[in-house]
C-alpha cells in the first residue's frame, strides 16, 4: 500500500541552524510534492511545490528537494528562527491534483 | 478573498447519532477534499469533489459520505457514529482546473468533533 514516512515526529534545532526534515515514500509515483506547515488547532497551510521534473524549489529561506529514484523529498529551512516553530507535513500530489496521502508530520521546536 | 470556512468549528454528539459538516471554499474554487485528522493517524484523506462528481475516495467506511453543491460549497455526513470519529475534520478547497493551474490546497479551520 502507499505509505509516507517522514523522518522523526520531533526535531530540536537552534535558532539560525539550518533544519532538514525528510519526507520517504513507498508505492507511488507522485507528479508532485508539497510541503505544509500547521500550527496548533489549526489548518495546515501551504509552503512549497515540487513537481517530478525539478530538482530543486526554493522560497525565501526554505528549499525543498525531490529525488524521484530515492523516492524522497528534503525539506529545508535555513537559518531559522523561533517562529518556525510548528509541524511540518509532506504530501504527494497524483496528476489530478489530488493529495491522497499525508506524512504524519515532523513537529519542529527551534529554540533562541 | 475569504478564506474556506467551516461550520460548525465544534459539535458534540453521543455515539449512533448521525452529524453533517459543511465547508464554503474560497470563491472559484471547484475541488474540495474532506480529512480527517487524529493525533495517531495524522491527516487522513476522506473524499474529494470536483464539480459536484467525486472525484477520489478515501479508505474509510460507508458512513462516511459527502456531496458538493453547483455553488461548490461541500458537506460531508457522518452516520452512526462511533467513539473513534472524534477527530478534527478538515476541508481544504483548491482550483482544482485543468492545465497549469496551482494545486496547492487552502484548509479551513476545521470541525472538531467529539462523540461521547
Known amino acids: 500500500s502507499q505509505k509516507i514516512e517522514q523522518n522523526s515526529e520531533a526535531l530540536n534545532i537552534q535558532e539560525g541552524k539550518t533544519a532538514t526534515l525528510t519526507c520517504n515514500y513507498t508505492?507511488?509515483?507522485?507528479?508532485?510534492l508539497q510541503w505544509y506547515r500547521q500550527d496548533p488547532g489549526r489548518g495546515p497551510v501551504f509552503l512549497l511545490l515540487i513537481r517530478e521534473n525539478e530538482k530543486e524549489k526554493r522560497k525565501e529561506r526554505l528549499k525543498v528537494t525531490f529525488d524521484t529514484t530515492l523516492k524522497q523529498s528534503l525539506f529545508h529551512i535555513t537559518a531559522s528562527q523561533p517562529a518556525d516553530s510548528a509541524t511540518y507535513l509532506c504530501?504527494?500530489?497524483?496528476?489530478?491534483?489530488?493529495?491522497?496521502?499525508f506524512g504524519k508530520g515532523t513537529t519542529l521546536s527551534v529554540s533562541s | 478573498k475569504a478564506g474556506v470556512t467551516q461550520t460548525p468549528r465544534y459539535l458534540i454528539k453521543t455515539r449512533g447519532q448521525q452529524v453533517t459538516l459543511s465547508c464554503s471554499p474560497i470563491s472559484g474554487h471547484r475541488s474540495v477534499s474532506w480529512y480527517q485528522q487524529t493525533p495517531g493517524q495524522g491527516l487522513q484523506f476522506l473524499f474529494e469533489y470536483f464539480s459536484e462528481t467525486q472525484r477520489n475516495k478515501g479508505n474509510f467506511p460507508g458512513r462516511f459520505s459527502g456531496r458538493q453543491f453547483s455553488n461548490s460549497r461541500s458537506e460531508m455526513n457522518v452516520s452512526t457514529l462511533e467513539l473513534g470519529d472524534s477527530a478534527l475534520y478538515l476541508c481544504?478547497?483548491?482550483?482544482?482546473?485543468?492545465?497549469?493551474?496551482?494545486?496547492?490546497?487552502?484548509f479551513g479551520p476545521g470541525t472538531r468533533l467529539t462523540v461521547t
Open positions: 481544504a478547497s483548491s482550483p482544482g482546473a485543468s492545465g497549469g493551474y496551482s494545486y496547492e490546497q487552502y
Open positions: 504530501a504527494p500530489i497524483n496528476q489530478a491534483g489530488t493529495a491522497l496521502i
Open positions: 508505492n507511488y509515483s507522485p507528479a508532485y
